[in-house]
């Protein structure tokens, strides 16, 4: 079914399909006697088999709404007598069970079930004691649900909003795995920050900012906004070395290890800090991508993000040549195929006639047509970076297979270390982080 597709592409690691309750499970846990649970599904007394057994909950839900013709729009707007558009959690619970009436029971909807059908239409989220519970945009939740049922198809605005959900999901797993930081925890740290910052920017963000930036430099580094937000001496437990080190790295979109008055404001400005940490890497990833689009290196007048690609190109088709043979898929095969002497070197000239063999190298046929994709320059490039890697591994292992190599040869040793060194995800380290070049 079209729904379950669209469920499962959102909520691929979410179980909340109902499962068939007997009465084996009626004395299993406390739950199942209603103590801790409020929702039918959650106890195990209602042995029910009926309509949409066995599916997620939102099909379920559609199955009700299909067959009793219920419009829940009407059903759960009898509860909003001020027109707010906005529910508790307690009154959504009275209005989903008002809206399926006698099927409630029968549709037998978990506490779980219950959390994520509510989540994409949350407000937001309390943090602290004191703070205004969340509320639940039921019209809209309502809308969403009646379509579902009525036309089998998801609206754009439900499809937007589990997909916001699955990315804030896939942001609270990455800042745990990388920064080891929770959701909440940097939550809090983030009003924090805004809040501090907020009461030296009298005159604006510029005024506080140039209040960090003890240096006057024009940007702030981690050191100056850990020792500003870390110079109280009860400052709060949330602010610690690992919240303030991912709120740092977000800043710094652009990983220069600077933070300028744009990124900082950039992230002051957002309204969800975990909306903003799912865009991160893809705000990272563009800021890299112009990052090397622009930076120089080598003598040749090639740009980083030229050499990377050389590299790409140049090792795929070295990897993949022939008729596929799987014996040819390994780097010992490649520098067979290299090593025509076999005395471990390759003149450069030997090199681009084997690239324009495998139609890699940029040149023009005796047809008059151009193969190939990569200028020379950029791969002479690779090849110069491949010589500091051979400086490099005689350095550290005098006299194994590195030291000077003579103009115009290429160390296939070196080569190998510099352009096929995998990363642990199937891919290649770039030659300039083999080399140590920045």
């Known amino acids: 079914m079209l729904i379950k597709q669209c469920r499962d592409l959102f909520w691929p690691n979410v179980v909340s399909p109902h499962q068939k309750r007997t009465s084996a499970t009626l004395f299993a846990h406390p739950a199942a006697m209603g103590i801790d649970t409020t929702l039918p599904g959650d106890m195990g007394v209602f042995d029910t088999e009926g309509l949409g057994e066995g599916e997620p909950i939102w099909d379920r839900m559609c199955f009700f709404i299909n067959k009793r013709r219920l419009d829940v729009r009407n059903l759960m707007g009898g509860f909003d007598r001020m027109k707010k558009g906005f529910f508790d959690l307690a009154t959504m619970r009275r209005a989903l069970c008002n809206a399926f009436g006698n099927q409630w029971v029968e549709l037998a909807m978990t506490q779980a079930e219950f959390n994520e059908v509510c989540e994409p239409y949350l407000t937001r989220v309390p943090l602290q004691n004191g703070e205004p519970s969340a509320m639940v945009q039921w019209r809209q939740l309502a809308q969403d649900l009646q379509m579902l049922a009525e036309t089998g198809r998801p609206t754009a605005d439900f499809l937007e909003r589990l997909a916001a959900v699955e990315a804030k999901e896939r942001a609270s797993v990455m800042l745990e795995k990388e920064y080891g930081v929770s959701m909440d925890e940097l939550k809090l740290a983030f009003e924090y920050m805004k809040q501090r910052i907020e009461m030296l920017s009298k005159r604006g963000l510029t005024d506080g900012f140039r209040r960090i930036d003890d240096d006057h430099k024009g940007s702030l580094t981690a050191e100056e906004l850990k020792r500003f937000f870390m110079e109280e ?206």
């Open 233 to 438: 001496a009860h400052c709060p437990w949330f602010i610690n070395d690992r919240t303030l080190w991912c709120l740092c790295d977000f800043a710094d979109l652009n990983n220069d290890d600077e933070i300028g008055f744009l990124e900082l404001s950039q992230v002051l400005l957002c309204q969800d800090i975990i909306q903003f940490a799912a865009l991160v890497p893809n705000k990272k990833k563009e800021a890299q991508s112009e990052k090397d689009n622009s930076m120089k290196v080598g003598s040749r007048g090639c740009t980083v993000a030229q050499v990377r690609e050389a590299q790409r190109e140049c090792c795929n088709a070295l990897i993949n040549r022939g008729s596929g043979d799987l014996r040819q898929n390994n780097v010992r095969s490649v520098l067979a195929y290299l090593d025509v002497r076999e005395d471990g070197m390759i003149t450069r000239d030997e090199f681009f006639e084997k690239m324009k063999l495998l139609k890699v190298l940029k040149h023009m046929t005796s047809e008059k047509k151009v193969k190939g994709t990569i200028e020379k320059a950029a791969l002479e490039t690779m090849l110069d970076i491949v010589d500091e890697v051979a400086r490099i591994i005689e350095e550290q292992m005098p006299g194994d297979q590195g030291g000077a190599v003579a103009a115009g040869y290429l160390n296939l040793a070196a080569f190998a270390k510099g352009c096929f060194s995998t990363d642990g995800f199937g891919g290649f380290v770039d030659v300039m982080t083999i080399a140590g070049i920045q």
